[in-house]
């Protein structure tokens, strides 16, 4: 299995540009989640989803955050207006069931100048 | 609400040496489960170890095992014969059983220094 694939890698945008990160989670999978990490605020959950239906977004700092999860495979996180304190590293994670264990993706290292 | 606590920002061993890193956390709950995570300089967060709370055997996996003490609400994590590789960011994490909820509750980290 390829594990928890994100893209891009590595995003550098200017204030006010839309960024959208993406995630493809674990094949089978039934739950995804969005983090955000940095050295302030270590990770913080941003938002999660079972079967695709969001679940508890109350992670989601602003307005200007919105996530969506189309199918099973595919899932978007998008900041529009990009803002300089939005650069960190967002990582996308999947678990299959409740009591199983979150595997994370490589995740994205957002910088806004 | 749940909270975790890793009181070591920081720690060093000597390669081939065994090193604890301690994680303590509150909650009310009876059962839930704990994870230790790893994010090296790569930035992958990779699962080293899960314990089940409603288990009293400690969990083991390799060179890396946990001293769990639920009625002090302890968390430890022993590296054993350390080396270079395990030099990286540890998260301690706790999950609760109820409601449904699978958010993960996140230590602040603590960074393992291999000195080689």
């Known amino acids: 299995d390829a594990g928890v694939i994100q893209s891009p890698r590595h995003e550098v945008t200017e204030m006010g540009q839309e960024v959208t990160l993406r995630c493809k989670p674990i094949s089978g999978h039934d739950y995804l989640f969005w983090y955000r990490q940095t050295m302030m605020r270590g990770l913080e959950l941003l938002i999660y989803?079972?079967?695709?239906?969001?679940?508890?977004d109350s992670g989601m700092p602003e307005d200007r955050f919105s996530a969506k999860m189309p199918n099973a495979s595919f899932s978007t996180l998008k900041i529009q207006p990009s803002e300089p304190r939005d650069s960190a590293v967002y990582f996308c994670?999947?678990?299959?069931?409740?009591?199983?264990?979150?595997?994370f993706g490589p995740g994205t290292r957002l910088t806004v100048l | 609400a749940q909270t975790v606590t890793q009181s070591q920002p920081e720690m060093s061993v000597q390669e081939a040496e065994t090193v604890t890193l301690s994680c303590t956390y509150d909650t009310s709950e009876s059962d839930y489960y704990l994870f230790w995570y790893k994010q090296p300089p790569s930035r992958q967060m990779i699962l080293v170890i899960r314990?089940?709370?409603?288990k009293q055997q400690n969990a083991t996996e390799n060179r890396f095992s946990v001293n769990f003490q639920k009625a002090a609400k302890s968390f430890s994590l022993k590296i054993s014969d350390s080396q270079l590789g395990d030099a990286a960011m540890y998260f301690c994490?706790?999950?609760?059983?109820?409601?449904?909820?699978?958010?993960?509750?996140w230590g602040a980290g603590t960074k393992l220094i291999i000195k080689p």
């Open positions: 994490a706790y999950r609760t059983l109820l409601n449904s909820n699978y958010q993960l509750i």
């Open positions: 994670a999947s678990s299959l069931g409740q009591y199983n264990e979150q595997f």
């Open positions: 989803f079972n079967n695709n239906v969001p679940i508890d």
């Open positions: 314990q089940e709370a409603y």
